[in-house]
């Protein structure tokens, strides 16, 4: 079936690198987008971004432009979100998400389980 | 990219239709048929429930509707049901090449 599985829970002092992983399995890698969507403590879901895994074009949110860089990685079906310079305002579950299409704008129909990133002194 | 307006919270009784509105700008929601919609259980991954505007995915009740006028979408759910309980949340596509959230809605089966 199709899925998403992204990498394990991650703590990071405030300054800090996190690197979210998510491995593709079930469908063509390269017939879909992949977008990456975050959810703070008690708060609602804001898009980080959209990475193409055909060609590897991306479009990111303009408030974490310049902290976000999200790749693929064709050869094992796998997206990585990459955020620099956390702050504690960056601690929240983050979640990778397979477009219904190639497109930016499909839905979102294949969602991974989640990435909790807490940022802490 | 201002963030999609939806009501904080509705509310239904069993058997009842309930409507959620999701209001943007000429930016996003009034220009693209892109709007989607979700359903998030607490502490599940969210769900698409309704894609470009009105399309249903495979496995998704035909009681989920979708709709939209000018800079409003609405998602509605008829034959109200306990496990339709959740936050739904509505997406748009923008001009600006993005995706915009709404603050999501909170439904209450009573």
């Known amino acids: 079936q199709v899925q998403l599985v992204q990498s394990g829970p991650e703590v990071k002092k405030p300054g800090a690198s996190v690197k979210v992983s998510c491995k593709a399995s079930g469908y063509t890698f390269t017939s879909y987008g992949i977008t990456w969507v975050r959810q703070a403590p008690g708060q609602g879901l804001e898009w980080m971004g959209w990475i193409s895994a055909y060609n590897g074009n991306t479009n990111y949110a303009q408030n974490l432009q310049g902290r976000l860089t999200m790749t693929t990685d064709t050869s094992t079906s796998t997206a990585y979100m990459e955020l620099r310079s956390l702050t504690s305002d960056d601690t929240a579950v983050y979640s990778c998400?397979?477009?219904?299409?190639?497109?930016?704008?499909?839905?979102?129909?294949?969602w991974g389980q989640g990435t909790t990133v807490t940022v802490s002194s | 990219q201002s963030a999609l307006t939806q009501p904080a919270s509705v509310s239904g009784s069993p058997g009842r239709s309930i409507t959620i509105s999701c209001t943007g700008t000429?930016?996003?929601?009034?220009?693209?048929?892109?709007v989607s919609w979700y359903q998030q259980h607490p502490g599940k991954a969210p769900k698409l429930m309704i894609y470009d505007v009105n399309k249903r995915p495979s496995g998704v009740s035909n009681r989920f509707s979708g709709s939209k006028s000018g800079n409003t979408a609405s998602l509605t759910i008829s034959g109200l049901q306990a496990e339709d309980e959740a936050d739904y949340y509505c997406?748009?596509?923008?001009?600006?090449?993005?995706?915009?959230f709404g603050g999501g809605t909170k439904l209450t089966v009573l």
């Open positions: 000429s930016n996003d929601v009034g220009v693209y048929n892109y």
């Open positions: 998400a397979k477009g219904g299409s190639g497109w930016l704008h499909a839905g979102l129909d294949v």
């Open positions: 997406s748009s596509y923008t001009s600006s090449s993005t995706l915009v």
